[in-house]
């Protein structure tokens, strides 16, 4: 029986700008209120479940395999803060985590006193207390995810943020945890982060516009009704990304304004109630930075991290009291210089360190120096844990401001997440977990190396590659290749259960640091972005010309996987070069982006212009991202076998942008290969909520891939 997809109306629409008019016969598909669009959706779900129900064996396996890998009934290394030891913990057969606590002591000891309690996966754990258990809040609901939690500095009060629809608004509610009992306070539609005042008298928490842009960060008082919170700051610039969070000494509020290239940050004094917003570094200095402040030797101080004359950022120190002054005239004093080599990431703070982020060779781990001296003659040098693979990702994952240790997180392509103490006195490195992987996985079976493609204007472009040892290098196995290549997001090494079974069944992975990332520093962010963005995609096409001549793929059978601006690049290489792919997997995929940022008004589109340039203003980025965008450069051709997955929910990547190109992609290829539209009617930008349901999703696209490119059995 010959499968037929649901077909879709061309109702023409218009788009002029710049002298030039593009007619899109599938914007009607943009009505999500409209029953007809829900109907086309769930006819192309209908569809796709029929074409691909014969992979439906695989999606199981590849489900029970990452189930049965899975330690189901887990927790997490308790984290300290302030009186009390903080983790989270998941049961066999729920789908959400429940967040707990238990009281520390304070004996003196310090060494004894930062030791985590002593808890075990599935055992009860004496005096705990349950903050909010996830599968409780998700019952009867169609979504579930936590946007923000914070607790008050006596630990008596609970605020958490929760998101029940997948549209990334949240609705903010406070437990009384001596009690249980909620809060009459409910604040509806906020944003990520929330955080309490010192006193515990105030929540802060941001709101964003009808375009989804964060612009406004507001204080609740409690007990007092939600119209009477006060907006601490609005930013009206609608290319300008907003956000708080309170100072590591908690003494300071500090709110962060900006974009990809420059920023803004000012600082509220929570201890003085006349207070106001203070700026740090205007905007207009053009500058992108962060500081966080901090007390030294007595004086209020600024820890910038900072690009003004250094391309990869550096460290400086910048005193309150410089404040106001010209740029030109104000006293920065060097903490880390900087380095063409090593790209500074961010800086934290500890009451006795300075904690730093840092990227070399396209690794990000974390440098350490001690606050005193800091800033002068007497600053000490920087301490780096150090590890023995070559392909790691080390980063903080939060620390206590008091923590005489700090938590950091480790992981590689074959180490399962691992949670180490760093002591700051002494440099021990004390592992307090590594994530279990069941089912007898052993990482000696698995080989992740280094090597680097050179594109078609010389650039040598990093690739890892990840394989089972076994295999020869004879050409002839599968493979998949994935990229990203947008907003210096860099695809760090990591762990992933879920891979194992795209290993097992004889799959090399390969992921293409391509330009746009941020694993080579600024200067590689900014030679894929705007009027470089091309080189996104032409480097993913020259690393999947190595991948088929390296001798360890077979040229015809690599597919091709992206999401969401890695789904952009999904859609610019099956334009570009169709032919060197038997499959793509384009996830939440941003394929539409030039009628996306053409108009201000939808999710985000603003500030897509730092990253893309202002189609809207400008007539050669207009020309420029028409030449590329991927709906409008379809072209006659045999494109392979494509499946686009989406969520009806998501805001970052409206679903129409997939229903329109599938649509249109359909028209246009000249092979038989199917193209499928998936879509997630209850789900966000990261799909369904609950993590087996996300297990199902990833079973779902790693079947595809392996049954495209005929690697459905286990290897012996």
């Not at 380095?339 to 904690?355: C, F, I, M, P, Q």
């Not at 997001?489 to 799959?507: E, H, K, N, Q, T």
């Not at 996830?587 to 996306?596: G, H, I």
């Amino acid at each position: 029986m010959t499968l037929t997809p649901p077909p879709a109306k061309k109702v023409p629409t218009e788009r002029t700008h710049h002298g030039h008019t593009f007619v899109d016969h599938y914007e009607w598909l943009r009505d999500r209120d409209s029953a007809e669009v829900k109907a086309h959706l769930e006819a192309e779900n209908a569809y796709t479940d029929a074409v691909t129900a014969g992979q439906e064996p695989l999606r199981q396996a590849i489900f029970d395999e990452i189930k049965k890998r899975t330690q189901e009934t887990d927790l997490s290394v308790p984290g300290r803060k302030d009186q009390w030891w903080y983790y989270s913990r998941t049961v066999e057969g729920q789908a959400y985590a429940i967040h707990c606590r238990v009281a520390a002591r304070d004996t003196g000891d310090q060494a004894a006193d930062w030791t985590p309690p002593a808890v075990e996966a599935g055992r009860p754990v004496d005096g705990e207390q349950v903050l909010l258990d996830g599968n409780a809040e998700a019952e009867g609901k169609p979504f579930f995810s936590l946007g923000g939690a914070a607790v008050t500095l006596d630990g008596n009060l609970y605020a958490y943020a929760a998101d029940y629809a997948g549209d990334e608004r949240f609705t903010l509610r406070v437990k009384d945890l001596s009690t249980g009992e909620l809060l009459p306070d409910v604040v509806e539609n906020v944003f990520y982060g929330i955080a309490f005042s010192p006193d515990g008298r105030r929540l802060f928490y941001t709101v964003v516009d009808d375009s989804w842009r964060p612009y406004q960060v507001k204080a609740h008082t409690l007990g007092t009704p939600v119209e009477d919170d006060v907006v601490l700051y609005q930013e009206d610039d609608v290319a300008m990304w907003t956000g708080f969070e309170l100072s590591a000494d908690r003494m300071s509020l500090v709110v962060s304004i900006g974009c990809s290239e420059y920023s803004e940050t000012r600082v509220l004094d929570l201890a003085d109630p006349a207070a106001e917003l203070l700026t740090v570094i205007p905007r207009d200095a053009r500058i992108l930075y962060e500081a966080e402040p901090v007390t030294l030797d007595g004086e209020r101080q600024f820890i910038l991290t900072h690009n003004r004359n250094a391309v990869n950022s550096m460290v400086s120190l910048l005193p309150a009291s410089q404040l106001g002054r010209p740029l030109e005239d104000q006293r920065w004093t060097t903490v880390i210089a900087h380095d063409d080599e090593v790209r500074v990431n961010g800086a934290a703070v500890t009451k006795t360190h300075l904690l730093v982020s840092v990227r070399k060779d396209t690794i990000e781990t974390v440098r350490l120096l001690p606050l005193e001296g800091l800033g002068t003659d007497r600053q000490q040098e920087a301490a780096e844990p150090r590890f023995d693979e070559e392909l790691f990702t080390c980063h903080l994952s939060g620390s206590d401001y008091e923590s005489p240790q700090i938590r950091l997180g480790y992981t590689s392509f074959l180490t399962p997440p691992r949670v180490y103490d760093y002591v700051l006195a002494t440099g021990e490195l004390l592992l307090r977990k590594e994530t279990p992987v069941l089912g007898g996985y052993d990482p000696e079976r698995y080989v992740a190396e280094r090597a680097w493609a050179t594109a078609s204007d010389g650039t040598r472009i990093p690739l890892s590659v990840i394989r089972r040892a076994e295999l020869a290098q004879d050409g002839s196995h599968p493979a998949v290749i994935y990229g990203y290549g947008s907003y210096e997001v860099s695809m760090d090494p990591a762990f992933a259960v879920a891979r194992l079974s795209l290993l097992d069944r004889g799959i090399i992975f390969v992921i293409a640091h391509i330009r746009g990332g941020g694993e080579l520093g600024r200067p590689w962010y900014d030679a894929g972005k705007k009027l470089n963005k091309k080189n996104t995609f032409t480097d993913f096409v020259d690393a999947t010309d190595w991948l088929a001549s390296s001798g360890w793929a077979d040229p015809a059978r690599i597919a091709a996987m992206g999401g969401s601006a890695g789904g952009l690049l999904m859609g610019a290489v099956a334009n570009l070069a169709p032919g060197k792919y038997a499959a793509i997997l384009a996830q939440v995929p941003f394929v539409d982006a030039l009628t996306t940022i053409l108009d201000p008004d939808l999710p985000l589109s603003a500030l897509e212009w730092e990253e893309w340039g202002n189609p809207i203003v400008d007539p050669e980025v207009y020309e420029y991202m028409r030449s590329y965008t991927p709906y409008e450069n379809l072209r006659p051709a045999a494109y392979p076998r494509i499946a686009a997955v989406t969520s009806f929910n998501d805001t970052r990547v409206l679903y129409v942008e997939p229903a329109k190109w599938v649509a249109a992609l359909r028209e246009v290829t000249t092979g038989g290969a199917p193209v499928l539209l998936r879509t997630e009617m209850d789900g966000g930008h990261g799909g369904a909520s609950g993590r087996y349901e996300q297990w199902k999703n990833r079973a779902w696209d790693y079947a595809f891939l392996a049954d495209a490119l005929g690697a459905t059995e286990l290897l012996r």
